[in-house]
């Protein structure tokens, strides 16, 4: 006999609280970095509530945990063919996938990512207690290193499962200690053996927390994520003279310091003239000699600027190299810089997209479509297959922080938009 399917809020709710607790320090502090102790205890938690669930769980290469239900590996027989996955977007064994990370930042929160793995679980669990029998398999995923806080890059599990990144180059990646990503997985257990990538899910769905002050501010309780901001990062070098700051006359100084407040000024000028659609930031600033009675020689400091839009991120990129090229001669300064991340904004499938907001209306929920302002491992996964998100508010817009919180209630709608969404392409 099958049911309405429903999610059970205490088990959901409570298994949130109690992943939360792990990895916390003798001040309280949490920290589940990836490869860790930490993140071992807390993939030991969450395989043994798959393991309960009557999920099959894989472990592949790079460490990425995946319970696959109806039970039964799914696509392990073609992981002999080296990296060909087993189930094209369409096939029928092809998976509907939902996930995110369990890894955190240090002194992190307890929602950023878990709460997507963890709600994930629970719409596989509801709809098995249910008693129905879905069109297609199911698969709750949690992604390695999402943060990127021990290993570059972040999103790291989840670019290798979309083949952005080989396997060999991740297990390389070393931490500040010298120890590699493979060395750590093999360490806590999760050196798995099939191939990443070998799951090619027919859709991907990632419930988060919204990490910024949108929702909150709207009043609303359900995004539906049809977009996700490019991102391009670059070290800018401002090199000018060091000299006496009270004998040296104004207009015959190469000072490296004015020069590179003039950038900070820059980016905040442009990005407020373009109305709030392209942020900028200037993170990071370091002087040399770094005293307060000589002129710097030497300014480096970061730029971090994003978009939704690809043209419009390349055109604040133009702008402001024609600017660093005008300030050079202007402040008598040499200028390099270096780039150090690109991602290009991502647009999520629409069809999820509407789905998700007709779920969040069909359940008496506000909501609006929106675009996320940080990455996601669903900006990967949109690279294979049709992929989007779904937000909740963060209150006071706080995430990676111990103050991060989001309400049971807009936890349990979330979950809920997730389960109606994921009951509507399991054909429930
Ligand atoms: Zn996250």
């Not at 991102?231 to 700051?245: C, D, V």
């Not at 004998?247 to 003039?262: I, K, L, S, V």
């Not at 000699?289 to 994003?306: C, Q, W």
């Amino acid at each position: 006999m099958t049911r309405t399917p429903s999610i059970d809020a205490d088990r959901l709710l409570g298994r949130i609280r109690a992943l939360g607790q792990i990895g916390r320090d003798a001040s309280g502090a949490l920290t589940r970095l990836a490869g860790s102790e930490a993140d071992k205890a807390a993939r030991d938690t969450l395989v043994g509530w798959m393991t309960d669930a009557g999920l099959t769980v894989q472990v592949d290469a790079v460490g990425n945990v995946f319970g696959c239900w109806p039970t039964g590996p799914i696509g392990l027989r073609a992981s002999t063919v080296a990296g060909r996955p087993a189930a094209a977007p369409g096939a029928d064994d092809a998976p509907i996938m939902l996930g995110s990370h369990i890894d955190t930042v240090v002194n992190a929160g307890i929602y950023d990512g878990a709460y997507g793995v963890l709600a994930g679980l629970e719409v596989i669990e509801s709809l098995r207690d249910a008693g129905v029998s879905p069109a297609h398999p199911l698969v709750v995923a949690a992604f390695t290193n999402e943060e990127g806080v021990r290993y570059t890059p972040d999103m790291m599990g989840s670019l290798v499962h979309a083949g952005g990144l080989p396997v060999r180059e991740a297990l390389a990646a070393a931490d500040s200690e010298g120890v590699t990503l493979g060395e750590a997985l093999a360490r806590i257990g999760y050196a798995g053996s099939f191939m990443p990538g070998t799951i090619r899910p027919r859709a991907y769905l990632e419930l988060h927390i919204e990490q910024g002050p949108i929702l909150e501010h709207a009043g609303d309780q359900i995004g539906a994520v049809e977009n996700l901001q490019g991102i391009s990062w670059q070290r800018i070098t401002i090199a000018g003279e060091a000299n006496h700051a009270g004998t040296t006359p104004m207009h015959m100084r190469r000072d490296a310091g004015a020069a590179a407040a003039r950038v900070i000024t820059f980016l905040r000028d442009y990005a407020h003239a373009s109305q709030g659609v392209t942020v900028a930031t200037v993170g990071t600033l370091r002087f040399e000699p770094d005293a307060i009675n000589i002129i710097p020689a030497r300014a480096t400091l970061t730029a971090d600027l994003r978009d939704r839009d690809n043209a419009r991120l390349q055109a604040a990129e133009s702008a402001l190299a024609a600017f660093l090229d005008t300030l050079a001669a202007d402040a008598r300064v040499d200028i390099t810089t270096e780039r150090l991340v690109r991602f290009d904004p991502v647009t999520f499938d629409a069809t999820l997209v509407t789905l998700i907001d007709a779920a969040a209306r069909a359940l008496n929920l506000r909501a609006r479509r929106m675009t996320s302002g940080a990455g996601h491992d669903a900006q990967m996964l949109a690279r294979i297959c049709p992929a989007a998100m779904i937000f909740v508010p963060s209150q006071a817009g706080i995430s990676h922080s111990p103050r991060e919180h989001t309400s049971d209630t807009d936890l349990l709608a979330g979950a809920r938009v997730l389960l109606h969404v994921t009951s509507r392409l399991a054909g429930v």
